[in-house]
Structures are given as C-alpha cells and as structure tokens.
C-alpha cells in the first residue's frame, strides 16, 4: 500500500505562450510513484487565472491603454507614462503577494481532502521562488507530519543554498528525479533511509548530506508521463502540446551551460520507444504536437525517429534542438516530410575565438553557415541562440556576428545577455572570462531575484556581476541595442522553435501578427484572449 503525493509547480506568472504547456517533468514523476501504487495529484499554478487575481481593474484600463500604444500602434511610451507603469508594477506586485494565500488556501483544501503525506515541489527561480517558500512555510507550520521535498531547476544550480531561505524542506533532490522520489515515497512510509536515495541533498543532526548522483542509463525504462485530469488539475485549460523526453545529456561542455553538470553523458530513447509515446499522446490524449526535450539530440535519433513518423503514418508536427557539428550531414528534408517545423541552434557568437577561449564551442563559423542554409532550404523555421555582449566581445567582433546573421538569415535570434550559474566554468573562473562576480553574495542574490516582466531588462534590478568592465545596465543595453540592430536588417528576434509551431495553429494571420497580439496580451493581463488563442491551437491541432 502506498502514500498519497502532492506534486506543486509554482513558476511565477506565466510571460510566454509555451508556459501553459503541461509540465512532463511533474507528469513524469507522478507516473513513477502512481506505477509503485502510490496515489498522486499535480497542481501546476501556471494558469491564466493569475491574470485576473493579481491584476486590478484600474491597472487593467491602464496597461490596456498603453499596451495598445506600444505593440499595436507600435509608438514609444513617454515619461509620464513610465513614471505610472512603474507605479503598475509595484501595485501588481503587491497582488501577487495576496494570490500566494489563495495558493496556500487551494494547497490546504488539496492536503486535507485527499490526506496528503508527502508533497513534491518543484522549484523555480523569481517571484514563483518566493511563493513556493511562503507555500513550504505555511505546510510545515499547518501539517508539520506533511514531508516536504524540492526539485527542479533552482535545486540544479543552487543546491544546499536552498536551505537559507527553505528551512521547512526535508530534502532536496538534484539531478534526475524519477528514481529519488520512489526513494522518498518508500522513506515516508518507513522502508528507505535517506542516505541510501541517490540525488539528495538533506540535513541531519544540523549538518547537509549529499548522496551521490546518480544518472539513468536506460531511458527506455522510464513510464509515460501522466496527464489524467484525476491527476493533473487543470489539465483542461493546457495547451495540447507535450514535450517528449527523448534523450538526456550532452557530449559538449560549454563554460556558460548547467547541463553537463545536470544531465551528464548523452543517452537517448529508442526511435520505437519514441513513438510508442507518441502514439499513446495521441490515442488518450488528443495531442499531435511535440516538442523535444533534450539540450542535444542526436541527428541520427531525430532521423531514425523521423522514418518511424512516416512509416506508421502518424499526423504529428514537432520542433527540436540541434547541434551545429551534430547535423552537418542531416537529412534536414526527412525531418521536414514527417513533421518537423522548427529547429533550434546554439549559434552564441560568430567569432571563432570567442566561441572557442569564453564558451569552449569548438564551431567553426563555415559549418554554422552550412546547416543553417540546409535547414532553411529544407522549409524548417531556424531559429539560433546568442549571447551578447559576450566575453571579450568588441566592436570587431560585435559587427562579425551582425554581418554574419545578415548573410546567413536564420527566421529568428534569440539574445541574451551572459548569464552566469554556480556550477559552470564561467562561475568557477570568471576573472578568466572577463567577468567580476562576489561569490560571497552572488548565490544568495540570485537565487532571490526577480525579473520586472513590465520592462525591459535594464530597467531590472541590477544583477550583482559585470562583464567586460560593464555594469549590469550597461551590458544589458547593449544586448538590447544588438537586438534592434537585428530587427532593422529584417531578422526576427523574438520567437521560440516552439512558439513558432504554436503560431502555426493559433489563427492568426501572420507571423508579425501573432507575435504583436501575444505581446499584448501578456503585457495586459488579458487572459480572455490567451483562453480564446489556447482553444483555437487545441482545436486546430486536430486537423494535422
């Protein structure tokens, strides 16, 4: 006889489309607890309703107002209007603080009703931070029986660090979670100590432990995630796309990036594992779009699926990352005949020896050009990835990237500005890379910073690091600088591999189209018209 989970995801308010996809992480681990008899419910408070409850009417009238002016009439916004959408933003944030109690309130009732033992939470950075640790406060104070434990991305790169602010948590998991949270459940019921359950970090007699990681060789093995709306509240109100866990690592080890750390040596499913999933997506749930859930997938498995795709007939389409040096060979016009929409590359800079001295890409700038030209020719949307300023970018190297986006024309750059990780080389030597970074303070600040999703990123609270001698309003006017430079030579910078499948379903007329009224509704809290946008994917997505 098993023990009754609650699995929680509080990530903050939702600030793109592909956030109201279904979470396969929390679908994943409830599959693994449901199969050793356990019972599981996930509540993921990604939901449109936050629009409503933190947003006032008169805030509402305002950020209409000027919602209109900035995205659909495409005008700048003045002083006097700033100075009110700064004062916007500190009444919303204040709402936000009073939806955390209705959280606590719909958690309780959940506890209560289905006796709950354990609960699973897991953990994002921002504003859904804070409210997953008022949340574990407020369980341990009411159910101090109630286990609580901690996943997810803000466990991966802060660790132990956690528990300054997490007091109440009876252990963090890190790594893959699938096999530490049977552990867990088997620990509440008293057949398992913690120091036998891989991927934990927990405290005991007022010192942390931290058992060894553990990564699962055989991804074959791992159940079909759950998404039942016996089990998954809410379920009804998600977009119908699901992210596929096709495989897990990377070969690569770049300065800047968590996931060598994180998800150790590439391993892959099998193409027929692959598609059994697929199959079983769409006879019980209804779902024909996917997107790939690995940092690195292979050509040869995103091939060897693709056949698969085509000789069972399934109506699907997907999207998925890719490597430049992995597919210089690919068979880009396959990918495309059995449903692949978008692809998305790791471009970061065009400067050889940046990529090589400050990210450790060994990419030469002639086999980017190459894939990128087969990718677009075979009609898959390109997108690529940079990271601007980089370390020891300078004007040289800036106008080499730009020229080549210009003579390449991937359909879409995503930029960002470096961001740094405990964990990655970046953090363990950023004097190396031109970084300054005080280490003493840097987890604590990060691991507690919010994003002012209103603004743009140099009206953000700064972030405690510079790079190549710049402020953090500094640098990140220059990564918004470099965006603009994109957009006056025509090239998209503000659309995902997965938005992009999603625009393809959503009814609108165009690309443009699509990206202007998402950047309004989200901007003004209109969660009517992303409830209308939702069901028309849904319903469109049938027809594949």
């Known amino acids: 006889m098993g023990i009754n989970c609650l699995l929680i995801s509080t990530s903050g308010s939702p600030k793109i489309l592909s ?27 990604n939901r449109i309703e936050i629009f409503r409850k933190v947003i006032p009417p008169e805030i509402k009238r305002f950020l209409l107002k000027l919602g209109r002016k900035i995205f659909i009439d495409g005008k700048r916004p003045n002083i006097f209007e700033i100075f009110k959408l700064k004062r916007a933003e500190e009444i919303i944030r204040r709402e936000k603080e009073n939806y ?75 790594g893959e979670g699938e096999e530490t949270i049977v552990g867990l459940a088997n620990f509440v019921q008293g057949k398992e100590k913690l120091e036998g359950i891989p991927n934990l970090i927990f405290k005991k007699d007022g010192r942390i432990f931290k058992t060894p990681r553990k990564y699962i060789e055989n991804l074959d093995n791992i159940p079909f995630p759950i998404y039942h709306p016996e089990v998954y ?16 690592g990377c070969p690569n080890n770049c300065y800047f990036c968590i996931h060598p750390v994180k998800s150790g040596k590439r391993r892959v499913k099998s193409p027929e594992r692959i598609i059994k999933e697929m199959k079983h997506s769409i006879e019980e749930y209804g779902v024909r779009l996917f997107r790939y859930a690995g940092s690195n997938t292979p050509s040869y498995l995103m091939e060897g699926i693709a056949k698969l795709i085509l000789e069972n007939g399934l109506r699907i389409k997907y999207t998925s990352f890719g490597h430049f040096k992995d597919m210089e060979g690919g068979d880009f016009a396959l990918l ?20 090589e001295k400050g990210m450790n890409k060994k990419l030469k700038k002639k086999e980017m050009e190459e894939v990128i030209k087969k ?9 690529v990835s940079l990271i601007y300023p980089a370390p020891f970018e300078n004007e040289k190297t800036r106008q080499e990237t730009l020229q080549f986006m210009r003579d390449t024309r991937p359909d879409s750059a995503l930029v960002q500005f470096p961001g740094i990780y405990p964990g990655t080389v970046w ?7 031109n970084f300054e970074i005080d280490k003493e303070t840097y987890c604590e600040k990060v691991m507690n910073y919010k994003i002012k999703s209103l603004f743009p990123p140099r009206f953000w609270d700064p972030l405690p690091y510079k790079v190549n001698g710049m402020s953090f309003k500094e640098f990140a006017y220059e990564t918004e600088k470099f965006q603009m430079d994109l957009k006056k030579v025509g090239i998209n910078t503000g659309i995902s591999d997965e938005a992009y499948l999603l625009y393809k379903y959503s ?33 469109n997505s049938k027809s594949i």
Do not use: H
Request: proline fraction near 2%; charge should be negative; aromatic fraction near 14%.
């Open 336 to 355: 495309k005949k059995s449903g692949c929409e978008a692809l998305f590359f790791g471009v970061e800079s065009a400067n050889e020896e940046i990529l």
């Open 19 to 45: 956030d109201f996809i279904p979470d396969n992480g929390l679908g994943i681990l409830a599959s693994c607890l449901v199969k050793e008899g356990n019972n599981v419910k996930i509540l993921d408070f």
């Open 507 to 539: 009814g609108f007329n165009s690309l443009d189209e699509f990206l202007r009224n998402n950047r309004f509704f989200f901007f003004t809290g209109d969660g009517e018209s992303l409830m209308e946008e939702i069901y028309r994917i849904n319903e």
């Open 100 to 174: 955390c109690e209705i959280i606590k309130d719909e958690v309780s009732q959940i506890i209560e009703k289905e006796k709950i033992n354990f609960v699973g939470m897991k953990l994002w950075a921002g504003e859904g931070f804070d409210w997953s640790m008022e949340l574990g406060k407020f369980i341990k104070k009411r159910y101090p029986e109630v286990k609580i434990f901690g996943g997810g991305p803000q466990v991966d790169i802060f660790g132990q660090e956690i528990f300054k602010r997490g007091e109440f948590f009876d252990g963090l998991c890190y």
């Open 427 to 433: 953090f363990k030597k950023p004097e190396k890379f």
């Open 233 to 248: 509240n809410g379920i009804e109100e998600k977009i119908k796309m699901f992210v596929l866990d096709e495989s897990r």
């Open 375 to 383: 990718c677009k020719s075979a009609g898959i949307f390109t997108v």
